[in-house]
């Protein structure tokens, strides 16, 4: 009986514990904020928690990049921010503790919208087939030129108005 418990117990720490490891492409937006913030710090800043809690406000302020703002905004590293978590960000930080674990043990328990943040996917033009996309991508390679498809209504107009301007948008590479 008591062997029966203990698998049983085994079995769910071990359902628990896999549970919470992080998936492929999860939590990169954090894993990746973190690395560059972490960058930008001295090793004397790295060892007080409160010297990485400003300069990640100060690191906050300087970034253009929205996904990486979004980031921010949900740690209380924005004047905008509604709630403040920076201590989950500084406190393992300051004992070097890696990017992926701050954000896999400490941020997504706190927070679990900061491992759903995604980098938009660039679509390499040159190889992709444009038959395959779908209409949503390719409406997001016309915004990205600051490009409208007027009348467009079927995924062949959208593929037409992009192979219109391909030639404008795309650099050509002569060897």
């Known amino acids: 009986m ?20 992080l998936k492929e492409g999860e939590c990169e937006v954090c894993i990746s904020a973190i690395n560059e ?4 710090l001295s090793e004397e800043q790295k060892k007080n928690t409160t ?18 703002k979004r980031f921010c905004y949900y740690l209380g590293g924005l004047e905008e ?22 954000c896999e043990d400490n941020l ?8 759903e943040l995604r980098f938009e996917k660039q679509i390499d033009l040159s190889k992709v087939d444009l038959k395959k996309l ?5 409406k997001k390679v016309l915004n990205d030129w600051d490009e409208v498809c007027e009348g467009c209504i079927e995924k062949s107009d959208f593929i037409k108005r992009i192979e219109e301007l ?8 002569e060897l």
């Open 2 to 21: 008591k062997t029966t418990i203990f698998l049983l117990g085994a079995i769910l720490l071990l359902a628990v514990s896999t549970d919470s490891a």
């Open 37 to 40: 913030f972490s960058a930008t």
């Open 51 to 68: 010297e990485i809690e400003n300069c990640f406000k100060t690191f906050c302020k300087k970034t253009t990049k929205d996904k990486v």
């Open 81 to 102: 921010s509604a709630t403040g978590i920076l201590g989950e960000l500084s406190r393992p930080l300051s004992y070097s503790k890696p990017a992926y674990k701050i």
């Open 108 to 115: 997504k328990k706190k927070d679990a919208q900061i491992c």
């Open 134 to 138: 779908k209409v949503k991508d390719l």
């Open 166 to 173: 391909k030639p404008k948008y795309t650099q050509k590479v």
